[in-house]
């Protein structure tokens, strides 16, 4: 089956600082990566869906600015989290739809878990 | 806007049957996911339906009713590493955005 991974797992950063995650996609290309946010005990929530070559689309309410994303490759997208907050702790996950077929199956990377002090 | 509804906890016993229910109202609808979360982990693919039916894999069967914006997870033969967060989510807005339901947190006890 299709494999996404994400780098680093876990990180622990100062307040004020940037944090870079990676997300690849293993086995197939990937034109659209998505990133999520999860909040303990709380359902993932969309924060933007990146476009391999072109710029990510951000959802409402989620600051393109603080959260900067690029998709340089069909395998790779980053998102970076600009002079991060102890409200920016959570657990961010990223997706990978495989290039357009039967299905719309979207493959999730195992996440990175955020500490901001 | 999108809403889609999940019972928040629910609990069950080894060995037996148990059915998630997922209910939703989205502008748009492109089909729906069933997502597997063990804590502290990212979401495992579980079933997909677009059409209306049931759709059987194994100890897991999911069933649509695009007419009543509803859908269910069936888990057969329960055991207790089944316990976890299990995730409805739909595909809206141009067939790529997935939106998530808050997910139905299964104990499975002995």
């Known amino acids: 089956g299709a494999v996404v991974s994400q780098h680093p797992s876990r990180v622990i950063c100062k307040s004020g600082t940037s944090v870079k995650i990676e997300c690849r996609s293993l086995?197939?290309?990937?034109?659209?990566m998505f990133w999520y946010r999860q909040f303990p005990k709380q359902s993932l929530m969309l924060m933007a869906t990146?476009?391999?070559?072109?710029?990510?689309?951000?959802e409402q309410g989620v600051e393109k600015d603080k959260f900067l994303i690029n998709h340089a490759s069909l395998t790779l997208s980053t998102l970076t989290v600009t002079s991060a907050h102890p409200e920016d702790s959570s657990f961010y996950i990223c997706?990978?739809?495989?290039?357009?077929?039967?299905?719309?199956?979207?493959?999730f990377g195992p996440g990175t878990r955020l500490l901001v002090l | 806007g999108q809403n889609i509804d999940q019972p928040t906890e629910m609990t069950a016993t080894e060995g037996a049957i148990v059915q998630i229910n997922c209910t939703y109202q989205?502008?748009?609808?492109?089909?729906l996911f069933w997502y597997q979360q063990h804590a502290g982990e990212a979401p495992t693919f579980l079933s997909y339906?677009?059409?209306?039916g049931l759709e059987e894999k194994g100890r897991f069967s999911s069933f649509l009713s695009r007419s009543k914006g509803y859908s269910y997870l069936l888990l057969k033969e329960l055991q207790m590493k089944d316990s976890a967060s299990y995730l409805c989510?739909?595909?809206?807005?141009?067939?790529?955005?997935?939106?998530f339901g808050t997910g139905t947190q299964l104990k499975v006890e002995l």
């Open positions: 339906n677009v059409l209306d």
């Open positions: 990146s476009n391999e070559g072109s710029k990510a689309t951000y």
């Open positions: 989510a739909v595909i809206t807005g141009g067939g790529n955005k997935l939106t």
């Open positions: 086995d197939f290309q990937a034109t659209t």
């Open positions: 997706s990978a739809r495989d290039l357009p077929g039967l299905e719309e199956t979207q493959y």
């Open positions: 989205t502008s748009g609808f492109n089909g």
